[in-house]
């Protein structure tokens, strides 16, 4: 059923998309092209950086190009498009406007069948709100292309610009190396969710930093940096991240999670206590720490380590 929502929200910006791009084709209308170019450019930014299965760098970063490339290009064909139809009122702009409102009833009826729809696992809420930032394009399509009509004929390429220029913007932030998005500060309720995770978590995660949320594309995305104790085998980091990633989820179910095990620091300075000591082995410690200093050798002069016994100023 996972499979069949994934493909139901894939569908939905197809459909829509195709709509505008036929209504484009037959009234050579550039805001409708440039609006079926800005619903690509949402739809690569949510599956172009996660949400994916694929956890290799590599992989994800070759893909966020990729989506960040094609965006780039709808983006600027959208502004090109929107520029050679001119300023002028299209004829053939009921056309459009119909098209822009099927359009952007199809990605609704998407959210509203998704969101009843009995699932192993919930429609999270960024794939709805990508939904409905494509409802929300053809609305604008067909809002612009009435006020074309009726108040100022440039208002319709004015909008098709702006489309190709938010999908311009989608390619830029993909491209980003360091991750797409909007970054903003974690509430008080995902840094709670995370610490949880860690507490209840693997033994050999001391804590974290660099917790950040950001927004691509509607979706929303957790990244954490936990510190591990000591280094541990790859398999072992595999498992740790694959355990921190499930608890906080189960808490944050709307969030893509990505945790990222790395050692602390401080731990090659500081080693962690051995937790496998005896009692026997910390008395032992204990007495050598506890036993008397050497006594100071003879003469005037006090010895190594040896403390005065007075202050001069107390001397008679």
């Given at each position: 059923?996972?499979?069949?929502?994934?493909?139901a929200?894939?569908?939905?910006?197809?459909?829509?998309?195709?709509?505008?791009?036929?209504?484009?084709?037959?009234?050579?209308?550039?805001?409708?092209?440039?609006?079926?170019?800005?619903?690509?450019?949402?739809?690569?930014?949510?599956?172009?950086?996660?949400?994916?299965?694929?956890?290799?760098?590599?992989?994800?970063?070759?893909?966020?190009?990729?989506?960040?490339a094609l965006?780039l290009?709808l983006?600027?064909?959208g502004?090109v498009?929107?520029?050679?139809?001119?300023?002028?009122l299209?004829?053939?702009?009921?056309?459009?406007?119909a098209?822009?409102?099927l359009?952007?009833?199809?990605?609704?009826?998407?959210?509203?069948?998704l969101?009843?729809?009995?699932?192993?696992?919930?429609?999270?809420?960024?794939?709805?709100?990508?939904?409905?930032r494509?409802a929300?394009?053809?609305?604008?399509?067909?809002?612009?292309v009435?006020?074309?009509a009726?108040v100022?004929?440039a208002?319709?390429?004015?909008?098709?610009?702006?489309?190709?220029?938010?999908?311009?913007?989608e390619?830029v932030?993909?491209?980003?190396?360091?991750?797409?998005?909007?970054?903003r500060?974690?509430?008080?309720?995902?840094v709670?969710a995370?610490?949880?995770?860690?507490?209840?978590?693997p033994p050999e995660?001391a804590?974290?930093?660099?917790?950040?949320v950001?927004?691509?594309?509607?979706?929303?995305?957790?990244s954490?940096?936990?510190?591990l104790?000591?280094?541990?085998q790859?398999?072992?980091?595999?498992a740790?991240?694959a355990?921190?990633?499930?608890?906080?989820?189960?808490?944050?179910?709307?969030?893509?999670?990505?945790?990222?095990?790395?050692?602390?620091?401080?731990?090659?300075?500081?080693?962690?206590?051995?937790?496998?000591?005896?009692?026997?082995?910390?008395t032992?410690?204990l007495d050598?720490a506890?036993?008397?200093?050497e006594a100071?050798?003879?003469?005037?002069?006090?010895?190594?380590?040896?403390?005065?016994?007075?202050?001069?100023?107390r001397?008679?």
């Amino acid at each position: 059923m996972r499979r069949r929502a994934g493909g139901a929200l894939a569908a939905a910006f197809a459909v829509a998309g195709a709509l505008w791009v036929a209504a484009a084709v037959a009234s050579g209308s550039g805001s409708a092209l440039a609006a079926a170019g800005l619903a690509g450019a949402l739809l690569l930014a949510l599956v172009a950086d996660p949400p994916v299965s694929a956890r290799d760098p590599r992989r994800r970063a070759a893909g966020r190009l990729a989506g960040a490339a094609l965006a780039l290009v709808l983006g600027t064909v959208g502004v090109v498009a929107a520029l050679a139809q001119g300023f002028g009122l299209n004829p053939d702009w009921p056309l459009v406007a119909a098209a822009g409102a099927l359009g952007a009833l199809v990605p609704a009826v998407a959210v509203l069948v998704l969101r009843r729809a009995e699932l192993d696992q919930p429609v999270l809420a960024s794939e709805r709100s990508a939904l409905l930032r494509c409802a929300a394009v053809g609305i604008a399509l067909a809002l612009g292309v009435l006020v074309a009509a009726y108040v100022l004929p440039a208002v319709d390429a004015v909008v098709g610009v702006g489309f190709g220029l938010l999908a311009v913007l989608e390619g830029v932030a993909l491209a980003r190396p360091g991750g797409a998005g909007l970054r903003r500060v974690p509430t008080p309720a995902e840094v709670r969710a995370v610490e949880d995770a860690i507490i209840h978590g693997p033994p050999e995660v001391a804590g974290h930093r660099r917790l950040v949320v950001r927004s691509t594309g509607g979706a929303q995305y957790l990244s954490v940096e936990v510190l591990l104790r000591r280094a541990v085998q790859p398999a072992r980091a595999l498992a740790i991240r694959a355990e921190l990633e499930h608890r906080i989820r189960q808490i944050l179910p709307d969030l893509v999670v990505d945790v990222r095990p790395v050692l602390d620091p401080d731990a090659a300075v500081r080693p962690a206590l051995d937790p496998t000591r005896s009692y026997g082995d910390a008395t032992e410690l204990l007495d050598d720490a506890t036993q008397p200093l050497e006594a100071a050798p003879a003469g005037d002069e006090p010895g190594h380590g040896e403390v005065l016994g007075s202050a001069p100023w107390r001397q008679e």
